[in-house]
């Protein structure tokens, strides 16, 4: 069974701040995503990393996936109350029907205060 | 296009008795997944589909029943409710474009169903 282990669990911080989320794990993937979830919705995909040290930027947000593949972190610069959510990370298997099947972290449950 | 719809948004169930909830998604996605959400548990796999007719379980299958007739409906049925399942079920439609020479699965969730069981 292939684990993903994020934290923090939580993270409040003031707007305009800067953070980090880190998502971990023994397993190496064939592909990790990164979803905000908002609350009483569904999680919406935010980015997908493929490649062992690839970096992907959206605006003020910042994916890196690890060289050997088996971990991921997401930065967010000067922190906005609209990031305000929870973020999951997910890693696809590595082969076959597996490559459909997402290993979800438990979430960062991030706060934005004003 | 209306994504990956789900119905009801909100039910109520006594214990012992059954219900489904309805996934259908718009996108012609072949792959299609239920999920069950817990605080602390993070999102947890029921079942899943690569296509219509074929059903697979996930990690926490006990409980529940799927089929998948046509490509675009994939209802989840509760045989027996009890209260340890009381969550928020997501149902999931996705595809796998290849990039860099792997399939890189795209899910699309839908909005969820609250189920609490008394």
């Known amino acids: 069974t292939q684990l993903l282990e994020q934290s923090p669990q939580f993270l409040s911080i003031q707007e305009g701040e800067n953070l980090t989320v880190y998502c971990n794990s023994s397993?190496?993937?064939?592909?990790l995503q990164w979803y905000r979830q908002e609350p009483g919705e569904g999680p919406v995909l935010l980015v997908t990393?493929?490649?062992?040290?690839e970096v992907k930027k959206l605006k003020r947000l910042t994916f890196q996936f690890g060289d050997a593949r088996k971990d991921s972190s997401l930065h967010i610069t000067a922190a906005q109350t609209g990031d305000t959510g929870l973020y999951l990370c997910a890693g696809a298997g590595d082969s076959g029907a597996g490559s459909y099947q997402l290993t979800f972290g438990k979430g960062t449950k991030l706060s934005v205060i004003p | 296009n209306a994504g990956v719809t789900q119905t009801p948004k909100f039910q109520v169930l006594k214990t012992g008795q059954s219900m489904t909830l309805q996934c259908a998604q718009d996108?012609?996605?072949?792959?299609m997944s239920w999920y069950r959400q817990d605080p602390g548990m993070g999102l947890r796999l029921i079942h899943y589909?690569?296509?219509?007719?074929?059903?697979d379980q996930g990690e926490v299958p006990n409980g529940y029943n799927v089929s998948r007739s046509t490509t675009e409906d994939f209802p989840l049925r509760l045989l027996s409710a009890a209260p340890s399942q009381t969550s928020v079920y997501f149902c999931a439609s996705s595809y796998a474009p290849l990039a860099g020479g792997y399939p890189v699965e795209t899910q699309y969730f839908g909005p969820g169903t609250r189920l609490l069981v008394l």
């Open positions: 990393v493929v490649t062992g040290g």
């Open positions: 589909s690569v296509g219509a007719g074929i059903t």
């Open positions: 397993s190496v993937f064939s592909s």
């Open positions: 996108m012609n996605h072949e792959y």
